[in-house]
Structure formats: structure tokens, C-alpha cells
């Protein structure tokens, strides 16, 4: 035999046992081994967007292979999905009523008494039927509303026109992280996905903000990773694996490759570790163009105008910009940003609405940033709980308006809401009026925990925003398949709690 063949033999044997590993690995995570660039970037599979098969190290690094795999300039960069960010306020926030209108089963324009809109911390004066309503993102809110206030601070009349929401009257705890609010694991089931992660928090927590995720939806490789300021961005890029290599796409192919050039590891290792790392677009690693400087918040000149003046080096904003500038442009699938602080009960009508007018800010942020690189954006904003207000006690709310100051926690005050942006369009809502309100309140305002299956069952409520998510691009089918046998059902029993027509 000649030394060629033995050295042809010797790689085929060493390809093979590569192959063996890999089909190790799909099955260790419960896959089908993906077959093509479609499948690597619908599957979840790793962290990271997918592109080819990996049949050997040498076919990764081969001429040919670099020509396929380069970085994923489309406009849905993060695995091809909407880019999804959650809204945590820890503490039992208000989003009923003085900020987001809600209504009796006739939507939201079915108004309220008085008396219950009184409980959400309107006065006689201020109530819908005598000062109206405010559609300027397409969803009905209070036109005193600091939310509202904040989100307008901070957008176009073109982004506006190009957003539209849906309220949800859904019950949780008062004031406690359990409530399993945040579907950031049900949305990368969905196959949201991004470059560098598959998610971020800016929180170092199992869900990446306060609120909890539901258990059947938690899966140990989606853990978010946290992004909370510009350096965390930056370490995506960076940072150390469990194996001692870089944990970035970039800086941990390099290592990898030159341990192998020194000899201290082999071929099948290196290759096991790529994989095992999320490279399953390892070759675009090797030739990406994206450095840290893209992943960098404070370089971006869309961000530097939307948080003007100074605004990228306060903490609240710096946050919010990072997760923006990871998850709207693709690096990370979806994030979360969480605000503490949220219990409102006792503290002044203006240091309560401030709070209001932040996360407006943050919101009208995200919005504004997605319009101005053209990208789609989901948005769920949600608190552990709500309040109820002391009607014997109005104040001035710092913007010459009287509102009534928030008494106590109130978790039959709460809820929840989604807003989608397009640049194609304002979002069509699926049933017109009746998606924009999906449940109700009583005339004294609380909900009512009979008009829906997830008004009183927050795990089921964060099912319902996983079902609206694939709904946003045309996929409510795979919901059974994506969350296996939810509990809100499927088919036509889930029909109803769609909000939107796809978007993309």
C-alpha cells in the first residue's frame, strides 16, 4: 500500500469517526441531523445561525467551502425569524388603563365605569368617554399616558404608522419573579436564532430578566446569555468556554484552529469542539466581516441619535441599547430587558409615571431602531402583578394632569401587551377591532378570568405570545409541534388568540 493511500485511509477513518460524532450530538439534543442551509437555520439546533454540513475539518477549511459561507446579509439575519424583545418591569407595574386602554368584552372601546377606571388611576375628568382615546401606534392607549408619552418621545410618524398592538387582561402574582412570564425559550423553539446567541437578558437569570420562564418551554443550550451594557455586547465575541476557548464566534474558531496547528489537540477534537461551541455556520466563522466593533452600541450612529444627549451612558438606556443593537440586528434571536422597581404602591403619581415614561422611551427606542435599519420587531411587555389606585388621594403626575396615586399591589388589575412593527406596513390585525383586545375586564375593573384560557394561567399566557410570534410570519400550525401539546390548545381552538397576519 502506498504512503498516499495510507493517508487517504487514515483521513476517511478520521472522517468517519467525525461523522459519528456529529449524528452523537443531534441525537444527545434530540434533532434530525439538518441536511441543508434551510434546515440549520429553522432547527434551533445550536446557538448561532446554521449554513452547511459538516463533513470533515478539511472540508470546513476548504476554498470551496469558504465560497458557500459567508455572513447572512438579508434583512431577518437572526436564523431568518422576526427579532423579539421582551419588556420585564419587576414589581407589579401599571399597563391597565392610565397607560394601555382596556374594555369589557367588546374590546377596547367598550369602556369601563367610572369607578372602574378609577381603580386604574383615572379620575372623573381623565376617563376615555371624556377625553378619548390615543391611537398613535395603532393600539388604543390614554392620551395622558407617560408609556404613551415616552414611546412618542422617541419615534417617526413613519414608525408609527408602521406599528400596531394587542392588549392582553391576563391576571399574575403580585411582586414575585415566579410568575413564568417570559417566553424567550418558547421563541427560540419558534427558531428564532441569532449569529452569536441564541438569546440575552440582561439579567443573569434562567430566563435573562425577573419573571420566570414556563418550565415545559425551558431547554438548557437556550439559556439566555446576558447582555446588560455595551461590554456584554462586546463579549460576544469574546469571553471563555467550559473548555478554556474563547466564547466567541470569531476569537473561539481562531483558538481552536491554532491549538490544532500546535498540535495540542486533533482533528476529530477540534471539529467535536466546533460543534459542540455552536458553530454550526463554522466556516462563515472563519470569514465573517462582523467584529466587536459591530456588536458595540455606542458606535452606532442610529442609536447615538435615538439616545441622544448623553442618554447611551445611563444605565436604564445603555441596557436597552445593547439588547437592541444584539437582537434587532440579528446577533441574538430574541432578548429581554428587565426594569426593577415596578412595585408602585405609595410612591408619588410623578416618580411612578416617570418609571412609565422610561420604558416608553425603550419601546419607542426598539421601535424607532428597527424602522431605521429596516427590520421587523416584536415587542411584549409584561409585569409580575399590577396595582390599583387611592382614590382619595389625586395628584399632580409632574405634567400638570391629576391622576390618583397607586394604593397597593392588585393582581386583578393586570395586564400584558404586544406590539409588532413592519417596514412593509402597519400590521393587519387578523379580526379587525376584536384582535386588539385579547380577553376583558369587568365594568368595576378587574379582569375576568373566565374570558380567556390564559387570563387567569400566566404559563398559558406566555404560550399565547409564542402562538402570535409564529403567527407574525405565517406559521400558527407548527404551534402544537413548536411547544408540544400546549395547553392552550391547537387549531381552530387557538384561532381566536391570534392577533396579527403575517408580517413577513
Known amino acids: 500500500m502506498s504512503k498516499y493511500k495510507s493517508k487517504f485511509r487514515a483521513r476517511e477513518k478520521r472522517r468517519v469517526e467525525i461523522e459519528r460524532r456529529i449524528e452523537e450530538n443531534c441525537r444527545a439534543r434530540g434533532h434530525a441531523r439538518p441536511k441543508t442551509r434551510r434546515e440549520f ?7 448561532g445561525t446554521g449554513t452547511i454540513l459538516l463533513p470533515s475539518l478539511a472540508t470546513l477549511m476548504s476554498s470551496a467551502a469558504h465560497a458557500e459561507c459567508i455572513i447572512d446579509e438579508s434583512p431577518l439575519l437572526g ?8 419588556i420585564d418591569q419587576g414589581g407589579g407595574a401599571n399597563i391597565a388603563g392610565s397607560n ?15 369607578a372602574g377606571y378609577a381603580k386604574l388611576g383615572l379620575p372623573q375628568e381623565i376617563i376615555p368617554q371624556n377625553v378619548g382615546i ?3 401606534f395603532g393600539i388604543a392607549m390614554h392620551p ?27 391576571r399574575s402574582e403580585n411582586d414575585t419573579g415566579n410568575n413564568p412570564h417570559n417566553p424567550v425559550y418558547g421563541i427560540a423553539h419558534a427558531g428564532a436564532s441569532g449569529e452569536f446567541a441564541v438569546s440575552v437578558g440582561t439579567r443573569n437569570s434562567e430566563s435573562g430578566g425577573r419573571s420566570a420562564a414556563p418550565e415545559t418551554m425551558i431547554q438548557a ?21 467550559n473548555d478554556g476557548f474563547p466564547n466567541g464566534r470569531v476569537a473561539a474558531a481562531s483558538a481552536i ?8 489537540i486533533t482533528e476529530a477534537d477540534a471539529t467535536k469542539e466546533l460543534v459542540q461551541c455552536g458553530f454550526d455556520k463554522t466556516t462563515a466563522t472563519f470569514n465573517t466581516t462582523v467584529s466587536a466593533t459591530d456588536l458595540d452600541p455606542e458606535v452606532d450612529a442610529d442609536l447615538q441619535a435615538i439616545f441622544a444627549n448623553g442618554e447611551l451612558n445611563d444605565g436604564d438606556f445603555a ?4 439588547v437592541m443593537k444584539v437582537v434587532v440586528n440579528g446577533y441574538g434571536g430574541a432578548g429581554t430587558i428587565e426594569y426593577g422597581g415596578r412595585d408602585y404602591h405609595q410612591d408619588p403619581r410623578p416618580e411612578t409615571d416617570d418609571k412609565d415614561f422610561v420604558v416608553g422611551q425603550v419601546i419607542g427606542g426598539t421601535l424607532e431602531y428597527a424602522a431605521r435599519v429596516g427590520k421587523p420587531v416584536m415587542i411584549y411587555g409584561f409585569s409580575d402583578g399590577a396595582v390599583s389606585a387611592d382614590t382619595n388621594r389625586p395628584e399632580d403626575d409632574g405634567q400638570g394632569v391629576t391622576k390618583f396615586r397607586w394604593r397597593s399591589d392588585n393582581s386583578q388589575t393586570a395586564a400584558s401587551f404586544i406590539l409588532a412593527y413592519s417596514p412593509g406596513g402597519q400590521p393587519v390585525l387578523r379580526n379587525g377591532a376584536a384582535s386588539q383586545q385579547l380577553g376583558a375586564f369587568s365594568s368595576d375593573g378587574n379582569v375576568i378570568t373566565s374570558a380567556t384560557p390564559f387570563a387567569n394561567s400566566v404559563s398559558t399566557l406566555a404560550e399565547l405570545v409564542v402562538l402570535n410570534y409564529l403567527a407574525l410570519h405565517g406559521e400558527q400550525a407548527m404551534f402544537g409541534m413548536v411547544l408540544n401539546n400546549p395547553g392552550l390548545g391547537t387549531g381552530a381552538a387557538v384561532d381566536p388568540y391570534i392577533a396579527f397576519d403575517p408580517i413577513v
Do not use: C
Request: charged fraction near 20%; proline fraction near 3%; aromatic fraction near 2%.
Open 144 to 170: 395622558n399616558s407617560a408609556l404613551l408619552r415616552g414611546m412618542l418621545d422617541k419615534t417617526s410618524a413613519a414608525t408609527r404608522a408602521n406599528t400596531n398592538g394587542v392588549v392582553i387582561p391576563a
Open 319 to 322: 441596557k436597552a441599547a445593547a
Open 41 to 47: 437555520l429553522g432547527s434551533g439546533l445550536l446557538a
Open 134 to 136: 390615543d391611537r398613535s
Open 79 to 86: 436564523a431568518g425569524k422576526i427579532p423579539f424583545i421582551g
Open 257 to 264: 484552529l491554532t491549538a490544532l496547528k500546535l498540535g495540542q
Open 221 to 241: 443550550d437556550l439559556r439566555p446569555t446576558r447582555v446588560r451594557n455595551r461590554n456584554d455586547a462586546l463579549g460576544l465575541a469574546g469571553g471563555v468556554t
Open 100 to 114: 394601555i386602554m382596556v374594555g369589557g368584552m367588546g374590546g377596547q372601546e367598550d369602556f369601563l365605569s367610572a
